[in-house]
């Protein structure tokens, strides 16, 4: 009996036949412009099940994009599922992209939207802390896509925050937003996008149950850390070359306890005259 090669991805092995070699990208990582974040092949590997997830277009092709992603283990969780399926990422992405394949896509001025298994994952992360009613804040929140799906996790009763210090990035979320199911709930005033600098959070609405960040700290910013609520989860990637995604809790007496949750490559979190190259 021959043997048939694998893969490990998302956790699991893969078998694939040996003759339809095809270069896959690990889409943890993060696209950008500036030659120390180009994007990258990290192997030449056998073809995945996963290695082109689009299918369809519109409502189909999302849904599509959620079925794999369970279908792969990526989501387990029956609330994110929802609230993905129901958020067209289509709306959240330039014309012409491809929506709903499983890889991030620049979204101009040196930005990113993520690949859709990187927004499973920090769903199910912080989904606890996304119940009905809480506060969410979203740093780095660029077209407002994963802002828009904390939105619909905490409803109407909560309040979701989204931080971008890039305000043509800040006007496109919001008209994203308004385009799609989450747009009741910005002309509620439970969902609002602002521009300024997500280093310092947004204090208006603070404290908040669920902190996420969108871009990789070279150090926690103390400023979320103090406007993260006693009982709240911040999921951050921090690191400079070699980054992790860290998953950091803030106990009921204020003590931080920090984890690891896996290896990751975005683009950093900086200034706005840094991240434009002061256009």
């Avoid at 893969?7 to 943890?28: D, E, I, M, Q």
């Avoid at 008209?175 to 709930?185: P, Q």
């Avoid at 979320?224 to 009982?231: A, E, F, T, V």
């Avoid at 931080?256 to 991240?275: C, D, G, H, M």
Wanted: glycine share 10%.
């Amino acid at each position: 009996m021959r043997s048939c090669p694998t893969l490990t991805a998302y956790g699991r092995h893969y078998c694939a036949p040996p003759r339809r070699l095809v270069s896959l990208t690990f889409t943890s990582l993060h696209r950008h412009n500036s030659a120390q974040f180009l994007n990258f092949s990290l192997f030449t590997a056998f073809r995945s099940p996963f290695s082109r997830m689009e299918t369809g277009t519109g409502s189909t092709g999302n849904k599509a994009m959620v079925e794999n992603l369970k279908r792969f283990g990526v989501i387990s969780s029956k609330k994110v599922a929802e609230v993905m399926e129901a958020l067209d990422r289509g709306l959240f992405v330039p014309v012409g992209s491809s929506a709903y394949a499983d890889t991030p896509l620049p979204i101009g001025y040196n930005a990113t939207i993520s690949a859709p298994h990187m927004h499973a994952m920090c769903l199910q992360l912080l989904e606890d802390k996304l119940q009905p009613g809480m506060r969410a804040l979203d740093v780095g929140s660029g077209t407002g896509y994963l802002t828009g799906c904390f939105a619909l996790m905490v409803g109407a009763e909560g309040r979701v925050v989204g931080v971008d210090h890039i305000p043509q990035l800040v006007d496109m979320s919001i008209k994203n937003v308004e385009k799609s199911v989450a747009g009741s709930l910005l002309q509620k005033g439970s969902l609002s996008l602002h521009v300024g600098d997500g280093r310092k959070g947004w204090g208006e609405f603070a404290p908040y149950d669920a902190i996420h960040v969108g871009a990789a700290a070279s150090e926690v910013p103390h400023a979320l850390l103090d406007q993260l609520k006693p009982g709240g989860r911040m999921v951050i990637p921090v690191g400079t070359y070699f980054q992790e995604l860290k998953v950091i809790d803030k106990s009921e007496d204020g003590s931080i306890k920090a984890r690891t949750e896996t290896s990751v490559r975005y683009v950093p979190l900086t200034s706005r005259v840094e991240q434009t190259g002061g256009f």
